[in-house]
């Protein structure tokens, strides 16, 4: 296969990659906001507390959370496959060529953003989760919010 037909079908399966995970974003934040399984007093359930769970053609929140994750590694994947594609032509303009140098600084912004790309990318893993029960998590927000005012 010739790398630049291999280099259409990855920008294009891209494309339709990236346009499913903005649309799975939008029906996240839009149709099946946070709270859309949410806990309700039932009308006939006299003063008891019920359960419903809103879908969205016939998928949970949680479960349009996990399509759009793997829609999101796949995209991350591709993205991956063009850099290395195109990675020649990346090194040509960013370190230069024999014939062409570039300039010191932009040597130096380029290894700033591979950092942060790295950074960003690890940082979930570094950072520490903390658990709280649901009254020491209030009682911190309230004591927070004390101190902003």
Not at 10 to 27: E, N, P, R
Not at 84 to 106: D, Q, S
Request: glycine share 6%; net charge positive; with cysteine.
């Amino acid at each position: 296969m010739k790398r630049s037909f291999l280099n259409i079908i990855v920008d294009a399966v891209s494309l339709i990659a990236f346009s499913a995970m903005i649309s799975t974003g939008f029906i996240l934040k839009y149709i099946l906001p946070p709270g859309s399984g949410r806990v309700e007093r039932l009308v006939r359930g006299g003063g008891r507390f019920g359960r419903t769970i809103d879908t969205y053609l016939g998928a949970t929140r949680h479960e349009w959370g996990e399509i759009h994750f793997y829609i999101a590694l796949a995209f991350l994947f591709l993205l991956i496959l063009h850099l290395v594609l195109h990675w020649h032509w990346i090194k040509a303009v960013t370190f230069g060529t024999k014939e062409a140098p570039v300039p010191r600084k932009r040597k130096i912004i380029t290894i700033c953003i591979i950092l942060w790309l790295l950074m960003a990318f690890f940082f979930p893993w570094i950072a520490k989760k903390k658990t709280f029960t649901r009254t020491e998590f209030m009682q911190l927000r309230k004591i927070e919010i004390q101190r902003i005012k």
